[in-house]
């Protein structure tokens, strides 16, 4: 069973994508629903191991997502922080559940308020999500464990403010850990080239810059095969 394919809901003043290359063979993963009238959650997962192997964890992942996450955000008055961290234990036992074994997924997982422009979020283990504004490059980095490793295991939640025109940039670790060839010797992108390349880019929508990231890994890899899933998720606030 494979999970349902995303698409990203309408926002009011801000504009999410995400955009992946090739055909997927490992565990990346994203998705996103509007779970209030305001409010609109995203994700970005990566399960340890084969597509081939894992389809079933990654449908039951995102059934959770979509189900419990609906549940925990869709009434004004809640505690954001709260229901993120139970959200992230209700996906780290369902993976628990649904494998035969230890599973690590390194997950990054946030909520969108459209009307205050904040964003809450929990970083279980996954490459740091960088967010850009009027000051530079701040990094939204790990707040707990991989999912997937401890039932009880939880992972902390934080809120940030997103001022008009900040941009929230998400890659995979297949993207940071892509290697160059040639003149390189091996050499990864890394997170340093993604942030360089993501301060002196002009923005103009989430799904350009996804894609406008991805194309500079290709050209960093000299047209390599891709070996691992490379993904980017944006999030642009206009207003």
């Excluded at 504009?15 to 959650?41: H, M, N, Q, T, W």
């Excluded at 390189?184 to 301060?199: A, H, I, M, P, Q």
């Amino acid at each position: 069973m494979e999970p349902v394919p995303t698409v990203f809901p309408t926002m009011e003043g801000a504009d999410v994508a995400a955009v992946f290359v090739g055909k997927r063979i490992a565990g990346d993963f994203y998705d996103s629903i509007r779970v209030s009238p305001e409010r609109v959650l995203i994700g970005l997962l990566d399960v340890a191991g084969r597509r081939d192997d894992n389809r079933v964890i990654l449908s039951a992942a995102q059934q959770i997502f979509r189900k419990v996450g609906t549940e925990l955000f869709s009434q004004p008055d809640i505690n954001e922080a709260d229901a993120m961290t139970e959200l992230s234990l209700r996906i780290n036992r369902g993976l628990i559940d649904t494998s035969d074994k230890v599973l690590s997924c390194p997950a990054f997982i946030a909520c969108y308020h459209e009307k205050f422009g904040t964003l809450c979020y929990t970083n279980a283990g996954h490459t740091p999500a960088l967010l850009r504004d009027g000051g530079g490059i701040d990094e939204l980095g790990s707040t707990g464990l991989p999912l997937g490793l401890f039932s009880h295991a939880t992972s902390d939640s934080r809120i940030v403010a997103l001022e008009k025109d900040s941009v929230l940039l998400l890659v995979s670790k297949g993207v940071v850990t892509c290697e160059g060839r040639s003149t390189r010797s091996l050499e990864e992108f890394g997170l340093e080239r993604v942030k360089d390349f993501f301060l002196n880019t002009t923005v103009t929508g989430a799904q350009v810059l996804c894609e406008s990231v991805l194309c500079a890994v290709a050209d960093f890899s000299e047209g390599t095969p891709v070996c691992d899933d490379r993904t980017a998720l944006a999030l642009v606030r206009r207003a």
